[in-house]
């Protein structure tokens, strides 16, 4: 099983749609999560850490599920701006011990 | 955005060349990561430092190197390129350790022939 791992979709929405996706992570000893978006060709940007009692930004929220060993990432109102890979990050205690997901891609239509 | 700058950003060069990438970062941060992307892969760990002079492997540094002279500049080197190499290169920085996000340059892509 890998440490981490996503659908990789692609997830087609129309615009103003709201869409989740999940991150399954194996390592119980994980303690921080991380949802970054990735554009084609472009490098990965942090769009929000993920808290242990969910946390928002505006559009966006994301949430823990310790007991299950997913994180979850929601959007509301899609917009074209959005099309993207999420790529989901997990670690134990160290940045160096980082494990990204191999990403969900995002694709919102008119 | 954060101050990572990467160089250079495209790279085509052939089998059993050394190539060496460069990462610059204005931000003073200690810690810095090289990473490279592969299809199906997701973002690997090659090498991270955690200090001038101070460097560690990651789960995919066979067949690379790395050096930290100064706080800013962390270079990945591939000693003898292969084919398998090809790929995209991102360096990353941090503020500390544990539980710090990453923030990534903008990327070198390598093809090696």
């Known amino acids: 099983r890998k440490e981490v791992e996503q659908d990789p979709g692609p997830f087609n929405v129309p615009e103003g749609a709201t869409v989740a996706f999940n991150c399954t992570y194996s390592n119980s000893a994980s303690q921080s999560f991380f949802w970054y978006r990735q554009d084609c060709r472009k490098e990965p940007k942090l769009l929000m850490s993920v808290y242990s009692s969910g946390n928002e930004d505006g559009r966006f929220t994301a949430q823990l599920n310790r007991a299950s060993q997913y994180i979850s990432l929601l959007i509301r109102d899609s917009k074209l701006s959005d099309s993207a890979t999420y790529l989901c990050v997990v670690t134990p205690y160290t940045a160096s011990k980082l494990t990204f997901g191999t990403g969900t891609r995002l694709q919102v239509t008119l | 955005d954060a101050g990572i700058t990467q160089s250079p950003r495209h790279k085509v060069t052939e089998t059993g060349t050394p190539v060496t990438l460069r990462c610059h970062q204005t931000e003073n941060h200690r810690y810095m990561y090289w990473y490279r992307q592969d299809p199906g892969h997701g973002l690997r760990l090659i090498h991270y430092?955690?200090?001038?002079?101070?460097?560690d492997k990651g789960e995919v540094s066979d067949g690379y190197s790395v050096s930290r002279s100064k706080t800013e500049d962390f270079l990945l080197t591939l000693e003898s390129a292969t084919s398998s190499q090809t790929s995209v290169y991102f360096c990353a920085i941090s503020e500390s350790r544990e539980n710090s996000p990453l923030h990534f340059g903008n990327g070198t892509r390598l093809t090696v022939t």
């Open positions: 430092s955690y200090g001038v002079k101070d460097t």
